[in-house]
């Protein structure tokens, strides 16, 4: 059987152009078993409106296609609350009895993953396996990257993705106890049935493929947020910075229903949005990159930016705590535009010379300082900028050194290439316009 591909995959080639995509040359792909089983098992679920349809898309891959054209206000999907898998669905399945004496609680997101690991287990006997079957073998998040491919990333992401695997890691270490409580359920030994990798499946099955849901809290479970669902069907809808739509569980149809905010043409490409993320936000929680994405910028931490600030300057530490106590040491980034207010702000307050220390919070405020402290903090943002632009290129000679052949790493490999080439061209692209502002500065 051919590997199911997840939704890096399907995007990490897609240049985004609008919220509805021309797909003239799109093949429609719902006679495929999986999709045929899953459309019947939705119908005897009362989903019944199928003008969404599996296609293949060029250059993209598995997404969903529209067979009549969409109004603005006009529904795109309403699924009713019995497709979705929820808390609800898993306490009242065999696993309610022991989630429900468990001590401590269970958290949503451990009882929904206990329930998913098994479900998949169970196979051709869960009532679940039509959806099982169209989810994703594997993922390219935080969880999956081969170590040697996180130490390309830039260093703030470096750093998330490796907190993020130490979750899932420390999530079944503690969930271990509970999966041993489950053995009566399982002829075979439950240490074969939820491994890690198992649970790590879930555990990225649920964080990028579940729609925002609010839940009465259950005695049952601890008291983290209970805000998982996860949507059959819907969740083949793609991710675009550009579609601009609503979304939400509809009380009164009892259904989660999603409406376009714009036209989209009969046999288009029909895109969800799930936020003005950049890409590393995306790549940190969805494990994909989109190609052309407005809202991605390049993070300068704090080591980063002390590394250039000079040594002997006696005020250094006292400029760095006035900048942490107004969060002006946090999302520090250049963009498409060039860097950010916050950047600009910061580099200003670190360029302050002893006479105009006083005048620090003018600087927070925007307000003139002096010429000098203008010309000192632009070529501070200059040579930021030229230092994260050599750092990528030395990393990006290290990617051409592996080898691609390696299949296991390919998918991560490329979404790397692309996040490290965007972040490049966002450097080069803030260079030239540092460049022109310091050439309008008075000197």
Partial sequence: MAKRKGRAHRRRQRRVSGRCKDTSNAVNISQESVYVQLRKWLKGKDFTDFHLVPASFPGIGRGLMTTKALQPGELIIALPEQCLLTTTTVLGSYLGEYIERWKPRLSPLQALCAFLVAERHFGRRSPWKPYIDVLPNSYTCPAYFAEELIRLLPSPLMKKFREKRNTVQGLHL???????????????????????????WAWCSVNTRTVYMEHKKSEFLSREPDVYALAPYLDLLNHSPAAQVSAAFNRQSRCYEIRTSTRCRRHEQVFICYGAHDNQRLLLEYGFVATTNLHSAVYVDKDILCNR???????????????????LLENLTFGHDGPSWRLLTALKVLCLRPEEY??????????YVSDENERSSLELAESLCLQLMNENQQLMQQVSKLTEDRAEILEQLQLVVVLRREELRILQASTEMLQ??????PR
């Fill in 436 to 441: 022109n502002m310091r050439a309008i500065t």
């Fill in 358 to 367: 006083s005048l620090r919070k003018n600087a927070t405020l925007g307000l």
């Fill in 174 to 200: 503690d969930s271990e106890r509970f999966f041993k409580s489950l053995q009566p359920l399982f002829s075979e030994s439950v240490e074969n049935i939820f491994t890690y990798d198992a649970l790590r």
């Fill in 309 to 327: 600030l000079p040594p002997t300057d006696k005020l250094l530490n006292g400029k760095l705590s006035f900048l942490r106590d107004n969060g």
